[in-house]
Nanobody, 132 residues
Framework: QLQLVESGGGLVQPGGSLRLSCAVS????????IAWFRQAPGTEGTEREG???????????VYAESVKGRFAISRDVAKSTVYLQMNNVKFEDMATYFC??????????????????????WGPGTQVSVSS
């Protein structure tokens, strides 16, 4: 059973940087495609926003246009960890960030694939607050 745990959230100033980690256990990163999603405050109960995805080969896909050029996804297979590097953080980036894994080769076009995999494949989330 795949298990994911996020860490690294906290308070960051606008324009600052933060790196989130997603520790994966129960399988290896070469068997799963991993994505970062986020949910802004006050939007609980609505769909989470896809941010970035990294497939089993290590190739990345950007889901959120607003993070292009600012956020990057990477992984360390030996540490079984996926990272989300957040640079030039903006107020609108404030959210709870989740990582999720699916047993697919590539990052799907249909983000519903991540929701349909079930809650067991999602981490509990880590909160990012943005304040000056």
């Amino acid at each position: 059973q795949l298990q994911l745990v996020e860490s690294g959230g906290g308070l960051v100033q606008p324009g600052g940087s933060l790196r989130l980690s997603c520790a994966v256990s129960g399988s290896t990163l070469v068997d799963y495609t991993i994505a970062w999603f986020r949910q802004a405050p006050g939007t609980e109960g609505t769909e989470r926003e896809g941010v970035l995805c990294i497939n089993r080969n290590g190739d990345s896909t950007v889901y959120a246009e607003s993070v292009k050029g600012r956020f990057a996804i990477s992984r360390d297979v030996a540490k079984s960890t996926v990272y989300l590097q957040m640079n030039n953080v903006k107020f609108e980036d404030m959210a709870t960030y989740f990582c999720v894994g699916i047993p697919k080769k590539n990052c799907p076009f249909d983000l519903g694939d991540f929701e349909r995999v079930g809650d067991d494949y999602w981490g509990p989330g880590t909160q990012v607050s943005v304040s000056s």
